[in-house]
């Protein structure tokens, strides 16, 4: 897991680095059921934040 503390001075932990959707949606369920209530699934083209479903899009053409 990795911790990381934003410009807004919010702390993130992200936990895993996934390309492909469901099993990032599996981990998403692990992360709940182990007490993570806030848990959600965030994706990244290089260092910019996009959208899941623009991910998906781009993982298909791969």
Do not use: H, P
């Amino acid at each position: 897991m990795r911790k990381l503390i934003g410009d807004d001075g919010m702390t993130r932990f992200y936990s895993g680095i996934y390309d492909d959707v469901e099993v990032a949606r599996k981990s998403l369920q692990d992360l709940k059921q182990a007490g993570f209530k806030d848990a959600f699934i965030c994706a990244f083209s290089g260092a910019k934040r996009i959208s899941v479903t623009e991910a998906g899009q781009l993982l298909k053409r791969k």
